[in-house]
Structure formats: C-alpha cells, structure tokens
C-alpha cells in the first residue's frame, strides 16, 4: 500500500506487462524450494507452479519476499514459508517507471 496515496498494490504493478514474471518468480523460488530441502526442509511440491497471480507478498529493503500459507507448501509446524528475491535478480522485469516502484524507491 502507498501509504502517501491510499493505493493497493498487487505483485503483478511491480513488473512490466510484458513480462513473464510468475514463470520467472516460479523459476527461483522452486529453486530456493530445492536447496532448502537439501537442508531437511520438506515441500509439498507437487512439480506445479506453487506462485499465483494474486501471490501472497511483501517489499523489503532489498527485495521480494513471496510467503505463503502456514501449511500451504510445507508442514504446519514450518510456520509461513518465505522466499527472498533480491531485486537484482528480477530487475529487468521490474517496472521501474510505475507507481508501485516509485512508492518506495
């Protein structure tokens, strides 16, 4: 939320229209999802895409972080898995010139 202007934001105002990035957030957090479970987490990772258009998220300082639902992906007692995604590794799909951007940057 902008909180200048009262306007919501959902993950798609963060990238450019063109871009394919649930297939390009898929990418890295089923990866994540890998290395993860070579530490002895366990995923409920069926080889679907577990990231939706209306995707559970937040900003941090450096990046995405895409979260969600105790139980959802993994074991109840995992809480809310997240994901972090640096902004350099998605910038040439972020919309950089978009008010959701510019809200915090």
């Not at 577990?50 to 074991?75: C, H, M, N, R, T």
């Amino acid at each position: 939320m902008n909180t200048k202007t009262g306007e919501f934001y959902q993950l798609k105002d963060l990238f450019k229209s063109d871009s394919d990035y649930v297939s390009k957030l898929n990418k890295i957090v089923v990866k994540q999802m890998e290395e993860n479970s070579k530490g002895g987490m366990v995923y409920f990772y069926d080889g679907k895409a577990p990231i939706s258009k209306d995707q559970y998220f937040y900003i941090s300082e450096d990046g995405l972080v895409i979260y969600f639902d105790s139980g959802a992906i993994a074991p109840y007692a995992a809480g809310f898995p997240e994901f972090k995604i640096p902004f350099k590794d998605i910038n040439r799909i972020i919309h950089t010139e978009g008010s959701f951007w510019k809200a915090f940057h």
